[in-house]
């Protein structure tokens, strides 16, 4: 599934049909070799723009996914003044060597060969709360930043669990009983807890190989730039949201949809009085030492894009991902309730999810936005359309971070050199625990 940022949905289908026609490999498209947006000003064949939706088509994607607010207007989530609180590092030479069996494959591969496999853009893995292991590629450096895509909808999914588990938020109760405005719509029919984890019955469509797909309309409404001459559609996420019909019965089936995601936002900032922004600067990103302040894009109201605007730096999203793994606490400091990562670690209804289309993932439920493998180390994950993850194997006491650009719009274009990848890298570091 590929998630909204805005006009860049409008990109996706041109994204996956050049995947069809054999893409350049993640070194032949590395955007600094081929000079994306150099000069004063970049040549003509150079320059890439959101108006005409050049910087989201890949091979250029792989420059703009590190650069995204210079395309589009953002929103800081403040890391606040305190001093940065460095990362210790144990760094492991050894970890490139380590190799496992992609999936379907009959030839072993190594973790660093799966990494230009998979176009990853900045990799890290923490264990036990230090960096064991840690690259740059393509556009990203150490004090840059990148989209995180729907790794979003997981921070997004972490709020609401938050309120839930603070008894600001009842997922109990119907969505309207948060936002009345949603009556009439497909959130009028079901509760907020359907929505945090994927079991509305929308009738809409994210094929972005179909272009009468409704993900083309929430695209244009979202957009921040001036709408097209004639346009008579809804105008922002928010007021999009209110035209989706129903189709189905909540609850029975997991279906991952975006505007579930950019509605639980809706529901936060109703419950909270704060926008998913705000909220996560104050309960977390502005209390972890942070390095950096991270941002989310914003529609043309001024809305946070709650299910794929974020873009961090990526040791801040590696303590992001360590504070989840230590139940929510950070030095000693309890930052989030540890009944709300709880709640995300038990999983979603697997029936719900088996019921889905995802049959590479057998045995996974969804909860709150983030994905549960159920896998004997309980790993889960929060996970992003061009390869973007944060990987917690709490057995292995491990987190990854990964930003990638790949020219699929879907996970499933990387999975199967993925997923076996995190957990090799997992047993790896339970073996060196043994010895």
């Given at each position: ?170 997922p109990s109760e119907p969505v309207t009983a948060y936002v009345p405005e949603l009556e009439g719509s497909a959130f009028g029919e079901a509760t907020v807890r359907e929505v945090m984890d994927m079991t509305t019955a929308l009738d809409y469509s994210e094929d ?222 339970m073996a060196q625990d043994e010895e």
């Open positions: 599934m590929k998630q909204l940022l805005f006009l860049l949905a409008l990109l996706a289908m041109s994204t996956s049909t050049r995947a069809q026609d054999a893409p350049l490999s993640a070194r032949d498209s590395d955007p600094l070799e081929m000079g994306w947006m150099q000069g004063s000003p970049p040549p003509a064949d150079k320059l890439l723009s959101a108006a005409d939706g050049s910087f989201f088509e890949f091979p250029a994607l792989r420059w703009s996914v590190a650069h995204m607010r210079q395309f589009l207007p953002t929103v800081d989530v403040s890391r606040g003044l305190g001093a940065p609180v460095p990362l210790a590092y144990a760094l492991d030479g050894s970890i490139d060597a380590v190799t496992f069996m992609p999936w379907g494959a009959d030839e072993p591969m190594t973790w660093e060969a799966s990494l230009w496999e998979n176009y990853t853009d900045g990799i890290l893995v923490l264990h036990r709360g230090r960096i064991v292991y840690e690259r740059y590629f393509a556009a990203l450096t150490a004090e840059g930043q990148h989209a995180a895509m729907s790794v979003t909808k997981s921070l997004t999914g972490m709020m609401a669990a938050t309120l839930a588990a603070e008894g600001i938020l009842d972005y190989a179909d272009p009468n797909a409704e993900v083309w309309q929430y695209a244009v409404a979202s957009n921040p730039l001036p709408q097209p001459a004639g346009y008579t559609g809804p105008v922002g996420t928010l007021s999009y949201l209110q035209t989706l019909e129903p189709h189905g019965e909540p609850g029975r089936v997991f279906a991952y949809k975006t505007p579930n995601a950019d509605a639980l936002g809706w529901i936060v900032k109703r419950a909270s009085g704060k926008s998913v922004a705000d909220l996560l600067s104050e309960r977390a990103w502005s209390r972890l030492g942070m390095e950096q302040s991270a941002y989310f894009q914003v529609d043309a109201q001024g809305t946070p894009v709650a299910g794929g605007g974020f873009s961090a730096g990526l040791r801040d999203m590696g303590r992001f991902g360590e504070l989840v793994r230590n139940e929510g606490m950070w030095r000693g400091e309890q930052v989030l309730p540890r009944l709300a990562i709880a709640d995300i670690r038990q999983g979603g209804s697997k029936e719900a999810f088996a019921a889905s289309d995802h049959p590479a993932l057998p045995g996974w439920s969804y909860r709150n936005m983030w994905w549960i493998t159920h896998n004997e180390q309980g790993a889960f994950a929060a996970r992003g359309v061009h390869g973007q993850t944060i990987y917690i194997d709490p057995t292995a006491e491990m987190v990854i971070v990964r930003f990638a650009s790949h020219p699929v719009a879907g996970n499933a274009a990387n999975d199967a050199t993925s997923l076996p990848a995190y957990h090799a890298i997992a047993e790896y570091l």
